[in-house]
């Protein structure tokens, strides 16, 4: 399994950016993601997650109302849409994927089995 996410940049408060996660294939249909974050000098978080076949999905509180998640099977590709940006957004973005076929969404690191490398979103106020 190969993930590469990507999409993270520099942008304003109150900006959009949208990430994407894309996937060798060799898992992907079949298996709930999730993404987390990790802020500089704080542990890595839990921001959103979706179910292998797209239509569940579940929001960290402090971006409830402000991201989406979605995925596209035939392309290999989980996103994450994030509005309304705020400076503590700031962080790096991963993705991951968890190995049990027909996954449910799950809000913990260890539950997960591959991670993408990450990427970086910066917010400025």
């Known amino acids: 399994v190969q993930l590469q996410a990507s999409g993270g940049g520099l942008v304003q408060a109150g900006g959009s950016l949208r990430l994407s996660c894309a996937d060798s294939g060799r898992f992907f249909g079949l298996h709930a993601m999730g993404w987390f974050r990790q802020a500089p000098g704080k542990e890595r978080e839990f921001v959103a997650g979706i179910s292998w076949t797209g239509r569940s999905t579940y929001y960290a509180d402090s971006v409830k109302g402000r991201f989406t998640t979605s995925r596209d099977n035939a392309n290999n590709t989980v996103y994450l849409q994030m509005n309304s940006l705020k400076p503590e957004d700031t962080a790096v973005y991963y993705c991951?994927?968890?190995?049990?076929?027909?996954?449910?969404?799950?809000?913990?690191?260890?539950?997960?089995?591959?991670w993408g490398q990450g990427t970086l979103v910066t917010v400025s106020s």
């Open positions: 991951a994927v968890r190995n049990q076929r027909w996954s449910t969404i799950e809000l913990r690191e260890k539950d997960y089995d591959y």
